[in-house]
């Protein structure tokens, strides 16, 4: 965190000096572990483990806060009685199709719903990709998670002694993920992780809270939904979760990285985490509400109707009527992942004619960056907008394929279009940050010359293609011309971002179609062409007519929760599910951790946050049974977005790759997986492809080629690809040059020299980096060997105009095996070999990295296996 | 307190001839929060528009690639790695009257240490540099701090030697490059220019930490000492202050720091002396001496006659 976030570490210093213990768990010793109480170095993709290993012991040792668990957890909650789980059958959950490395989850649900399994959680597959590619993954659900059939009623033992209930699945599946196993797995010793267990717990309850903050690179992983899921587990045993202190924190690699899942960015969802349509299960708006809530369960996910069609009237105005389904039918629809990856396997296959790179470069920042240069080789246009020419802009004039001969720049046809961007400073807008707060930024300078905002851009694009198609008779192009399009301001040509602001948070549509009165609350909206609202998480930004997002009010004249400095999502609420941090009966669990509670005389919840909680229900407060909706949700059910309004220890529905989260070795280890015969996750991503090929792992052939264990990072130094820093003077000159970190034992062995050269090596590339001999990278021993890891910052790229210092590129080395869930890269631990010297001339690197495929014996097969059969299975 | 003495505790500023100086200001670096991030180099080069010194690649010591104090570099952020136990105790700085030290956490402790410091001119109270300048370019402001006036300053570069941790430094002149003020002496002003309307140094805004900290040294001094012992208390038995003692060769900094360690390992000297301390006695042997040989000369003279 000091490392990436260091102006955001400020608080964790601030936090320090009042006594708080900081403990950092990285395999590497950063800037963060310089001044953190304990640091924790373990071996890169062993992550479950250790978490798992926390869950054992919060479980074993009775740690766990017994009453904001039964009370508020789903661990009373049963689990059908045909659920099993992996330490039944050695590593997979039941419902494993090992033909298409896919589970059915119907055995996963709650006890009791049986009747509502039918209609399914995940989508079939397309028929019309390749066969692995086509899994829609987690396109199928917004964030509600999935639809909760049936979960307003569900059957609970707040004995916790059912052998069915949740808390007792959970011992059984954690029962392995020992101390002894952490040693081995992830190379901590027991003491240093029984430290932190005891840390850990004895840091909470009624009067402490433990914060876990995690940045990406924890989600970068062929199981990277599960690693989020396990810190999620041990927050909700320890009562961790809806109270100040508490929380997970996901801190993310650029400024605005929550408004752009909010706002999405990503293709399997709409603004406000409504999931995107489908062309196969979702003809009508009828047909695509049932797959995103249900009538037969609690919370606010059953008003999803309102949300899409405020969606759908802001969009589309006037025109979006009941009559026509509110132009549902213009909505884009997905037929299975089109996520980034996959689509750059596509422009590999020539499917794809055009791309938009805006503030990215995926040519050095992304993983395989070969591919990612030789798939917009096959464009026939692309069109990038960065402050500088960046490698993704150049690749066609100096990427390491050009310099090498394997491509010739006369030969590509892509025509590439390079539009200068502004830069924050020089546009207005917002920021959302990881507490979902907004923050508004005044425009301060005008961008120079020809640069222009995203916004500028995309309005003015947008009015060329509606001018050209003005005269269209062609209903395909109705989407695009009955599109609300004004955001204009008189006497310029710059879009007003305030006006986008006003159409994201909503109004009330006047009965002659015209905006109306601004809407405060996304309670206020209707599934009745009544109300308009861009995204529904969003309203109430600026309610009352006023930019909430733009005030500044010092934190020195208000109260601590300091609701007056910008605003946050939703209706400003500042922690969510803050119900929790009052005990079941509405009190605060201590004085000291009081956030909000229930006002027994005036009949509602108040505190020093928004409650996140219909107001007037009382703590005692219990539905009929089978209600559904916000009025199903009971006075002591503070998860209110969750469909039984519990917080999920273990997930139902929803996940793709099971349940709980349970440990597999990453697509390239140095080991068997120790805790069950099935070594990878069964249900990770693939791409069988000549040009993605991985190294072969632990006794499989090969492997000794590939000893050694490689992660990748940022340095305080340089931001993500170099884009923003590579280009500045100040910035090169602190880390001017890619190097390798590693420790003195493994510079002993390879013969690696303190600043002299070395070259890593995988299937995929091979790059080469000055090296760092270090004592903050150290030797791990796991499963009895010693496993050395090399550490690499990956900020340097080939080519690109006016860069004052480039270099080769880590993430070239990096191969593309995904989350199953949300088709993330696994690029944060793969194995290598690395010697010393230079590599070879470019255009004898191919030559190299084709050697150690042939040494290796590696095929499209290898490390491709799903399903491992063990002894059991 | 003497007037224009060399050496001893005295008001730099007042001495200087300041009437009315608004009192004394420095820094107070404290390094037990320094997170490393660089900030304070960066904002201080782009406030004072110093040029950028790529050199040939990393430099091979940790993640320090600007090496030292100098021309282009008026802020510099040491990485140490740390792989032997911690140094001994400090010895006690002063006596605050806190509670007695107890006994180190031998589990708290990390058995590795990755030691931050974000270095910066000293402003002696005696400052060697400005007692060597010939042209009048280093003066003592209003602040107590030592400024180069880049427009007087003739290159002559006695100031260099003169200064006794090697802060202040000629600025090259890059080749096929048109470099500002090249050949001229270098150094923290302590944003002379921001202070004087009230502003903080730019290093010290960019700090995220508060690790550098600006204002009255005198309250820095305190805070410093405070933070020590609540350190000390804290089982950190390295921590001490570094500069604050007016009794000592420079008579004290008005940049000061809270090290984890002895100043060596962060690359400062440990006993600086400012190296025209012995002037006046140097000045005394000398016109000793020239009275002696213009006696003898005299004598020698009377003698042959």
Partial sequence: MAECHPVGFQWVMEAKRKGARIIHIDPRFTRTSAVADQHVALRAGSDIVFLGGIIRYILEQEKYFREYVVAYTNAATLVRDDFRDTDELDGLFSGYDPETGTYDPASWAYKGVEEYAAAGNARKPSADQSAHTDRAAGDTHGAAGAVGHGHSQTTRDETLQDPRCVLQVLKRHFARYTPEMVEQVCGVSPQDFLSVCEAVTANSGRDLTTAWVYSVGWTQHAVGVQYIRSAAIIQLLLGNMGRPGGGIMALRGHASIQGSTDIPTLFNILPGYLPMPSVDDHPDMTAYLKTVTSDTQKGYWTHAGAYTASLLKSWWGKTATSDNDYCFSYLPKISGDHGTYNTVTRMLDDQVEGYFIMGENPAVGSAHGRMQRLGMSHLKWLVVRDFQLIESATW?????????????????????????AASHVEKDGTFTQTQRMLQWHHKAVDPPQDARSELHFMWHLGNKIRARLAESTDDRDRPLLDLTWDYGQDGTDEPSADKVLREINGWQVKPDGTPGPLLSSYTQMKDDGSTAGGCWIYTGVYADGVNQSARRKPGSQQSWVAPEWGWAWPSNRRILYNRASADPQGRPWSERKAYVWWDEEAGSWTGHDVPDFPADRAPDFRPEPGTAGPEGIAGDDPFIMQSDGKGWLFAPTGLLDGPLPAHYEPQE??????????????????????DNLSNPSADAPGAQDFPYVFTTYRLTEHHTAGGMSRWLPYLSELQPQFFCEVSPALAAERGLVNGDWATIVTARSAVEARVLVTDRIRPLTVNGRTVHQVGLPYHWGQGGKGAVVEGDSANDLIGLTLDPNVHIQEAKAATCDIRPGRRPADHQVRGMVEDYISRAGITVETGNTLHEKGDQS | MSSHSLFGPLDPAVDAGWEQAPGRKGFLTDTSVCIGCKACEVACKEWNAIPSDLGDGITGESYDNTSALGANTWRHVAFVEQSTPPAPAAPPAVDLGMPTLRAPDADAKPEFRWLMSSDVCKHCTHAACLDVCPTGSLFRTEFGTVVVQDDICNGCGYCVPACPYGVIERRAEAPGDKTKNAGIAQKCTLCYDRISDGDLPACAKACPTESIMFGDVDELRERGQQRVAELQEQGVTGARMYGDDP????????????????????????????????????????GLAAAGLA??????????S
Avoid at chain 2, 251 to 279: N, Q, W
């Fill in chain 1, 396 to 420: 066609w004039k100096d990427g390491p394929e050009v310099r090498s001969g394997e491509l010739k720049t006369e030969d590509i046809d892509t025509e590439v279009f390079f539009l200068p």
């Fill in chain 1, 669 to 690: 280890s140095p080991i068997r997986n120790p805790l069950y015969s099935q070594q990878s996750n069964p249900t990770r991503q693939v791409l069988k492809r000549k």
């Fill in chain 2, 247 to 286: 009794h000592d060769g420079v008579g004290g900094t008005g940049a000061m720091f809270l090290l984890l360690d002895e100043p060596e390992v962060y690359g400062m000297p440990p006993d600086p002396v400012v190296t025209t301390r012995d002037l006046p006695r140097m000045w005394k042997r000398a």
């Fill in chain 2, 295 to 304: 006696a003898g000369a005299a004598l020698s003279l009377l003698g042959g």
